[in-house]
């Protein structure tokens, strides 16, 4: 829905991590890099009507949702990388993990109780999604045909542990799902869980 390139989400980003490498945010950042390509993928499929919800990292989507970039990057150098919500351009994020996995299922539920024609997007990273809110919002969803897509970015990682280790599994639940709903990713980030290789980081 927008014309933005993977330059251009890449340039955001180095952006954002010049700043807070410089100290000018004093709050967590979450950064991408890496599934630029898979992004812009999914926003094809993505209009101005539907809603997404999203993570503590969420600046890709924002920008393809249509959020300006200086407005975006003003609610991050305010300390709002983790929960960035705007409601005008009907995207939400929370940094709770599954946080917002209920919110969107209870949105696609009300669209099709009203008849609406829009849709929700819903993304997570891949330990998210092995949880047990993932598994009743994938399940409820997929029997109610409700107008939900549910996006998994599989960076390997859940902050430094291995994802797939903590649950002794060589495929993740979704890896290899033939669900129509679910897009599943795997994207190699060069950055830390948050921060940007200096300061505080983990
Ligand atoms: C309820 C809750 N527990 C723990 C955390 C700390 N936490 C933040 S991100 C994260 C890792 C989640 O991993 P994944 O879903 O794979 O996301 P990604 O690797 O994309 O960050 C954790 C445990 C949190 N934010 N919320």
Redesign the pocket.
């Known amino acids: 829905m927008t014309r933005l390139t993977k330059d251009d989400l890449i340039a955001f980003e180095e952006d954002i991590a010049a700043e807070f490498n410089a100290a000018n945010i004093r709050a967590p950042i ?1 950064l991408y890099s890496g599934c630029e390509e898979h992004m812009l993928r999914v926003f094809e499929k993505v209009n101005a009507e539907d809603w997404v919800f999203c ?3 969420s600046h890709y989507q924002c920008l393809l949702k249509g959020v300006p970039a200086d407005v975006l990057k003003k609610e991050i150098m305010e300390g709002r990388s983790i929960s960035l919500c705007f409601p005008e351009y009907r995207i939400f994020s929370s ?5 917002v996995l209920p919110i969107a299922l209870g949105t696609a539920w009300s669209i099709k109780y009203k008849r609406e024609s829009n849709k929700v997007f819903c993304f ?6 092995e949880t047990g809110v993932a598994s009743e919002v994938i399940k409820y969803s997929s029997n109610h045909d409700l107008p939900i897509h549910w996006v998994i ?1 599989d ?1 390997s ?3 430094c542990t291995d ?1 797939r280790e903590v649950w002794g599994m060589d495929e993740l639940t979704y890896e290899n799902s033939d669900n129509p709903n679910i897009t599943y990713f795997r994207y190699e980030t060069k950055w830390p ?1 948050a921060g940007a290789g200096k300061r505080v980081q983990f």
């Open positions: 979450h993570s503590w990292r940094a709770i993990v599954t946080g997570m990273g891949e330990m998210t999604s970015e960076n990682k859940s902050v994802t869980h």
